[in-house]
């Protein structure tokens, strides 16, 4: 071959060669570019083998205790990392990434540091309802299918039990609805100060862990159904009701307009709830319609320190992956596109109840998650008609429906026996079930909801009320009055078939430290009631208290007392 085609092949391989080497670094600085901030189109695949959506740009990360301050920075120095929110709480932060570093990458990283215990992606979060294509017309079925109205004749609701709601937000103002949402009683309205010091500006209704601000509107209407399952005002002539008349919704959005969210946003939701446990107010429960594909410890961490508080998490199941077939929350891994168990829902906790959806005939619907071990029991799921955006009400359908009818007996429960714990509540619901045979082996119970048997059932707590109030007299000689306690239920009713013991003793006052009640201070109770009948004081004075104390064990299934008491002030003259 001559010179002159040698020359110009040669020409043409560097030509071909540099071709390559331009479109190799066009496609680098493409994936170097900085991470979109929408989260809808990210995805990673986990060891589990399926492919889960998670947020591009930030992952979360948990440091081993003991790190201080200047150790966790130096760590995130050398990846790039940047702490955007943290949650002392459980030790878990929100890292955002340095430009070009890829969730996956980072993660290795981060894994790889010594001082690192723990870090996983931010996945995606969605709420779980299904609208089916032939809608069901209808009243709340529901609410008869669980025997709600004979729980009603126990109790309606106390006012006071406090529901968190974790989802879209909430209308705050729908009619059906504004005397059941919560009011922060330590926040004033507009001020401009965390005046609660919660971390939180004018948290007046709770927060918007979305856009990282203290207004929980709903912007979808999924919540708002939701809340109304579970607290619609009852017995007030419009609309519907929840399954408890009269409660306190917390609204925290979790999820945007198209009913999606973060874990992180999740995390952030259960620790500003569980701050307000923890500071006073009495939540007891945490409705969870929302799901995901994939383990979180971090959420885990974050619903067992809930649970430590006091709180139960209703979880719905699921509503089958991307196909829309209900699927097996048991089901090992590695997992499909459409074999995707659910989360929170599948975590084995015993602060969580999963809740499947039934339809009135007490079937599974197709899109309804089960499972033997990790799904409760189920509830109304389908054609479930609620509160919704401006003011009006809506059918809706999927697990997201189910969860807030236990919710909702949650907040019953707690209503009658505030000192019920966790374990209690969650037993209480799933061991008064209506055994349903098409639910058998498809969860824990293999029944539904009822919940006129968990309320019909439940043995109240025991209060000790002074029925005779006593007066005050000369010292060393009986009271001129003398004292009757009444061992009553929640209700006011006296226990008649009680006959233990009431104690009474004397704490001082602004009469001196140095007094003792005389007399007989035990009395057995007959037909629920005890009389005093000697009772004296050995010391002239004024202002003694005087406290009755029920010898009791607390609430259980076989016995229902607890050990309460009452007090009155009593008012002492000196001997003339």
Known sequence: ??????????????????????TFFLHLGV??????????????TEPTGHQARIASGQILVKFRAGMTPASIGKAHSQIGGLTVRAFPRIGWQVVK????????????????????????????????????????????????????????????????????????????????LASNVWRNPNEVSGNGVDDDGNGHIDDVFGI??????????????HGTHVAGTIGAVGNNGIGVTGVIWSTKILPVKVLDSQREGLVSWAIQGYSYVTYLKTHGIPVR??????????????????????????????????????????????APAPYTVDNEPQYPARFPSDCIISVAASNEQDQRPSFSNYGNASVDLCAPGTGVWSTWLGGGYQQDTGTSMAAPHVSGAIGLLCGLVPELTVQELKDRILDTVDQVPAWSGLSVT??????????????????????????????????PTQPVVAVTDALGAILTTYTGPVTLRLEPGTGGDDATLGGTTTVSC???????TDLSVDRAGTGYVLKATGEMPRPSYSDPFDTTQAAVRLAYTTEL
């Open 526 to 532: 007959v037909a629920g009631v005890a009389h005093f």
């Open 285 to 330: 429960a945490i409705n969870n319609s929302w799901s995901f594909g994939s383990d979180s410890v971090a959420l885990k961490d974050a619903i067992e320190g809930a649970g430590a508080a006091g709180i139960v998490s209703i979880c719905a199941a699921g509503n089958g992956a991307h196909d829309g077939i209900g699927d097996d929350n048991d």
């Open 31 to 44: 994936a170097c570019a900085t991470p979109t901030e929408t989260f809808a189109s990210a995805s990673i």
């Open 208 to 221: 918007d862990a979305v856009n990282d601000d203290a207004n929980p509107s709903d912007d979808n209407g």
């Open 1 to 22: 071959m001559c010179d002159h085609h040698r020359s110009v092949r040669y020409q043409r391989y560097i030509l071909f060669v540099v071709f390559l080497w331009i």
């Open 446 to 479: 293999g029944g539904r909801l009822n919940l006129g048997r968990a309320v019909g059932t439940l043995p109240v707590a025991t209060h000790l009320v002074f029925t005779t109030q006593p007066v005050g007299g000369p010292a060393f000689r009986p009271l």
């Open 97 to 176: 990434l340095p430009p070009g570093l890829a969730v996956r990458d980072a993660l290795a990283r981060y894994r790889r540091l010594a001082d690192v215990e723990s870090a996983e992606p931010d996945y995606v979060i969605q709420a779980t309802d299904a609208n089916p294509n032939d809608p069901m017309f209808g009243d709340l079925w529901g609410l008869a299918k669980i025997q709600a109205p004979s729980a009603w004749e126990t109790a309606t609701g106390s006012g006071t039990t406090v529901i968190a709601v974790l989802d879209t937000g909430v209308q705050t103002d729908h009619p059906d």
